[in-house]
């Protein structure tokens, strides 16, 4: 997994008003959790943008005023309208304890049904894993090339090592639709 450097201060004191300063100083507040311990944190708006705005999952390499600790995203909230970052969450993990995480999922192949005219529709862009961050791929690889017009790719047909999936391996990741243009044409043929 992608690893990344980021470097952030600890919040002695919180509260409303003192949350409000620091986002318009530019920072932005999180927490990093750790077992039952949670630290306050802050982070320059600027450094977080490539945590943030990404499909792909990172290990983040934290450096809280000198106590470095590595970290995966474990949430983050944002304005309703502006979309700016206003909170950020970080779970602390280790060699020795799996976690669960997300995992962006990548479709392999061209479908057969995308040739014959048909529209790839992803319905699922990451998926939920239990496992050791250090150790998992970057990315689930679902091999989309053998669906054939109204076909359903499901999670199942992924296979990794190292990770267990909490989300089911039932769910629908891709299907290839069948256009509206497409379906007369055949209903037309049938009724020849």
Do not use: W
Not at 16 to 21: D, G, P
Not at 78 to 93: C, D, N, R, S, Y
Not at 131 to 146: C, F
Request: proline share 6%; net charge positive.
């Amino acid at each position: 997994m992608k690893t990344i450097a980021l470097s952030g201060t600890r919040r002695d004191t919180t509260g409303k008003r003192l949350t409000k300063q620091t986002r318009k100083e530019g920072r932005i507040p999180g927490v990093v959790y750790h077992n039952a311990e949670a630290t306050s944190v802050e982070f320059d708006a600027k450094e977080l943008r490539p945590v943030l705005y990404t499909a792909e999952t990172f290990i983040v390499n934290l450096d809280i005023q000198g106590e470095k600790m590595d970290a995966i995203v474990r949430g983050a909230d944002f304005h309703p309208v502006t979309e700016a970052p206003l909170h950020i969450e970080f779970l602390k993990v280790t060699d020795d304890k799996p976690v669960i995480f997300e995992l962006p999922v990548e479709m392999v192949g061209t479908p057969a049904g995308v040739i014959k005219g048909g529209r790839l529709t992803i319905k699922m862009r990451k998926v939920k894993v239990k496992g050791i961050p250090a150790k998992s791929p970057e990315k689930v690889s679902v091999d989309v090339s053998h669906l054939d017009l109204g076909e359903t790719a499901k999670l199942s047909a992924a296979t990794v090592e190292g990770i267990e999936f909490i989300t089911p391996p039932s769910a629908a990741v891709a299907t290839v639709i069948i256009p509206r243009a497409l379906r007369s044409a055949k209903e037309a043929a049938k009724n020849e």
